[in-house]
């Protein structure tokens, strides 16, 4: 989606160069300004917070957001087909619970970890199926399932935390590579793996194809249903994953866990430029969409504000870059 | 100095210059037409006409004052309308709630309903606009919601009145009543721009004439007396058209679309029928009768409830669009905009979106090479008017969109049949005549084409054989020879309506 920056812009008339210099000036701020706007954030943040700018504050900073960034993948291709998928946060729960659980009762990680990536794409089959099949509205689908997995995580696990016995388990997400996290690593792998699923697969390509226009990608010979219920499956395959990585974190599977994470994970995206209305994303949007929401985080926590107020700028910084994307918008089209 | 000036109006979009330097006038008391091909710049000069975009260069000037609208709400108060092909209605809401939508008249804070029905009726009948005012607009015909929409402008008291492509989705008594309507307003003072690619009613409507190409003005005709069609189509053109269809007769293979007993929705008698290979078969019918949702059948975009298509003796798996690509059948649907691309992705993707699995590496990745390099042929061989294959598609004009989604079908390595819904809908004269040229190309090669249209002299001047419907079912088939006006329409008419309206029936486009 960053490649359109380059065209060279053809000049019907002459003596209007200086127009299409001017344009092409802010194509490049269309183009960029997100990660402008990141950078200068990073810099003011470095020189204004004390301790922000440390390698150990920005790891910590990169673990705090790798279980949103790494859903965050998913979900973008979700929004990019014109739907909507709210049951991540309770399929993160229910994931790190079963995990636990089996983990216990069998003895083997292993044996967790499959159980739990396989219940989470069991749940976005379900959600892909329902909404592709049935023609049911993707609001109505997942907002369902997010009460009935979050329901389910709280059935099995009696409502309490599910401590895990196998200290092999805590080594998912404590475990340093070559100087970083564990799980910053996945979340890195993942960007990476759905970067390239979005921009140089058919996969990706039909995505953003069905987000544009369902109806004519499906009489252009695009398989629509299929590619809707293989997004949904990745995606609770995903989130379970960041489940599984999370209950680690915690020592313990905890069915309350990941509350309102897909409402951060769909503003995530939001910011990162990808288009509720489909068609539209780009995988270092949503990058830079997760690292705004996270450094503004760290930022305001190494600062000591409140949390409670922390829900407020973020809700603030979403509706700026809602709000931006309009001016544009609107811009171009006049 | 007239009534509305457009003075040395300029327009520039990022990668496209849209308008330069356009000077006219339309007078009050007249009906001013607009012509030119496709992104002559029509349209843009009608946004801003509307305040939907403001120009960069050049100013309007209404009544001998200059005006710079900001917004579409200053358009309005300046007391311009402009009734667009997309019309702008709410289609739950009644006749009566729509035309008095924001100013409904109330007592003790609420609604007033007898004195809303009773204002409506009467202004209703001073226009001689035959409408019940508590019919829902979803509930009306298209001719008619647009009746709603020019009298909503009319009672806003609007001083100018722009109507974009009005016909084209009308019945003839429709176009009528439009007509009748448009003089009288004409009559009234009103200012009036007319935008039609059917030369015939700018003859019969206009008075004067503006055209098109490129983006700047190239003819003006302050009188229409004395000018001929051709005169009119050479300057939109900028070249000469003698026949706009150019038909070439070719060789014809053997059958290779077999289509047997056919039924589904909206289909009231099984259908049937072959096309030979080089063959070019039109399908005419009125709107209503039945042809664009067979051809959905006979494509599996609807599933159908009995009958078989075969393509070269190979029977295709029912309701499977992905079976029929693969056997050779494509598709171009009637409603481009809706069915046909995709809108926000670009020239490139809208043509490669199905022949690329082709070429995939690995089974999975794209092959952007390939791609682009096909992407630039179709641009350049269908003459694709955009600055380049990353333009997003729907920035394009209506008749390069449709270039665009025929090359998606051309990049496939095995097109044998090809169905082609509307070709040349709101497509101007010389992209008319280029598709023509690729579908004579086609046929050339061998394909079998199946085209449906609504215009008859298209369908007469293109087919080789003509199929008409009505009502759900076939009911006449014509060779070229045969084919004439008359014996085409008395078909396409429901029984016992055959000889009133053959008579009044309006020959449509050039």
């Excluded at chain 1, 993707?138 to 389910?152: K, N, P, Q, S, Y």
């Excluded at chain 2, 098109?212 to 003005?217: M, Y």
């Excluded at chain 2, 990049?411 to 040229?437: C, H, Q, S």
Aim: contains cysteine; hydrophobic residues 45%.
């Amino acid at each position: 989606m960053t490649d359109s920056k380059t065209a060279p812009a053809l000049d019907l008339a002459p003596g209007s160069s200086n127009t299409e210099r001017r344009a092409a000036f802010w194509r490049f701020v269309d183009d960029y300004s997100l990660i402008l706007i990141f950078i200068a954030l990073f810099a003011v943040l470095s020189c204004t917070v004390e301790y922000f700018f440390s390698w150990d504050n920005v790891v910590g900073l990169a673990l705090s957001v790798s279980q949103i960034g790494m859903v965050a993948c998913t979900m973008m291709f979700c929004l990019a087909s014109r739907d909507f998928d709210l049951s991540v946060g309770s399929t993160v729960a229910f994931a790190g619970v079963l995990c636990a659980i089996v983990s216990n009762a069998t003895g083997s990680v292993t044996l967790g970890i499959a159980a739990a990536l396989m219940a989470g794409a069991a749940i976005g089959f379900v959600n892909g199926a329902v909404i592709a099949k049935l023609k049911i509205n993707a609001l109505i689908t997942t907002l369902a399932t997010m009460e009935i997995v979050r329901g389910l995580a709280f059935i099995s696990s009696q409502g309490q935390a599910v401590g895990v016995a196998n200290e092999a388990f805590f080594s998912i997400g404590s475990s340093i590579l070559f100087g970083l996290p564990a799980p910053v690593w996945v979340t890195l792998a993942c960007f990476v793996l759905f970067g390239v699923l979005l921009n140089k697969t058919i996969y990706g390509r039909n995505t953003l194809a069905i987000g544009g226009n369902p109806d004519a990608a499906r009489l252009a010979g695009v398989s629509v249903d299929r590619t809707r219920i293989l997004i949904f499956l990745v995606q609770g395959a995903v989130a379970a994953l960041a489940g599984i990585i999370l209950a680690s974190r915690m020592t313990s599977g905890q069915p309350n866990a990941g509350e309102g994470f897909e409402l951060n994970v769909i503003s995530a995206c939001v910011l990162g430029g990808v288009s509720l209305m489909g068609g539209r994303a780009s995988i270092s949007g949503v990058l830079v969409g997760v690292l705004i929401m996270g450094t503004v985080q760290n930022a305001m926590s190494l600062m000591n504000i409140d949390a409670f107020y922390q829900y407020l700028v973020r809700g603030t910084i979403l509706l700026i870059a809602v709000l931006v994307d309009q001016l544009k918008n609107r811009r171009q089209s006049r | 100095m007239s009534f509305l000036e457009f003075q040395g109006i300029g327009k520039a979009f990022p990668g496209v210059r849209a308008l330069s330097d356009v000077s006219f006038g339309v007078d009050a008391g007249s009906v001013h037409g607009l012509l030119g091909e496709n992104g002559a710049g029509k349209s843009t000069m009608m946004k801003i006409l509307g305040g939907e975009y403001v120009p960069n260069e050049g100013r309007l000037v209404i009544d001998g004052q200059p005006r710079a609208f900001r917004s579409a709400a200053d358009a309005i108060e300046a007391g311009v309308a402009i009734i667009h092909q997309e019309l702008q209605y709410v289609p739950e809401l009644s006749v009566m709630e729509n035309l008095l939508l924001g100013r409904l008249p109330t007592r003790l804070g609420l609604v007033d309903r007898r004195r809303a029905l009773d204002w409506t009726r009467q202004r209703l009948n001073a226009l001689g606009v035959d409408l019940d005012p508590r019919a829902k607009l979803k509930q009306l015909s298209i001719g008619q919601r647009q009746m709603v929409e020019i009298c909503k402008a009319v009672l806003r008291d609007a001083k100018i009145l722009a109507l974009d492509e009005p016909t084209s989705s009308l019945s003839h008594r429709e176009t009528d009543v439009l007509f009748r309507l448009v003089r009288d307003l004409k009559a009234q003072g009103k200012a009036m721009i007319y935008i039609s690619h059917r030369l015939d009613e700018i003859f019969e409507l206009c008075d004067a004439a503006t055209i098109f190409r490129d983006g700047r003005k190239v003819a003006d005709f302050p009188t229409l007396e004395g000018i001929t069609r051709d005169t009119l189509v050479q300057r939109m053109v900028g070249r000469e058209i003698s026949d706009i269809f150019g038909y070439r007769p070719r060789v014809q293979g053997d059958v290779r679309l077999a289509v047997r007993d056919v039924t589904g929705h909206a289909v009231a008698e099984p259908i049937g029928f072959d096309v030979r290979a080089g063959e070019i078969v039109g399908f005419f019918g009125l709107v209503g009768a039945g042809r664009s949702e067979t051809m959905r059948l006979i494509y599996g975009a609807d599933s159908r409830s009995g009958g078989t298509v075969a393509i070269d003796g190979k029977t295709l798996r029912s309701s499977d669009i992905r079976s029929a690509i693969r056997g050779g059948l494509m598709y171009c649907p009637e409603d481009r905009k809706e069915d046909g691309i995709i809108g926000v992705r670009s020239v490139a993707e809208n043509i490669n979106i199905s022949a690329r699995r082709n070429h995939l590496r690995a089974g999975m990745f794209v092959n952007e090479t390939n791609e682009a390099r096909t992407a630039d042929i179709f641009i350049e061989r269908l003459r694709i008017r955009t600055p380049n294959r990353r333009q997003e598609i729907r920035l394009l004009s209506g008749g390069n969109q449709q270039k665009a989604v025929l090359s998606r079908w051309l990049a496939e390595k095995d097109l044998r049949v090809l169905i082609i819904d509307e070709p040349t809908r709101g497509i101007d004269v010389g992209a008319k005549n280029e598709i023509y040229n690729v579908l004579y190309e086609l046929a050339e090669r061998g394909v079998a084409i199946v085209m449906v249209s609504s215009e008859l002299p298209e369908v007469l001047g293109v087919s080789d054989r003509v199929i008409v419907m009505c009502g759900g079912r076939i009911t006449g088939e014509f060779t070229r020879e045969q084919a004439s006006e008359e014996a085409v329409l008395a078909r396409a008419l429901p029984e016992g309506a055959a000889r009133a309206d053959a008579n009044t029936t309006r020959t449509v486009s050039p």
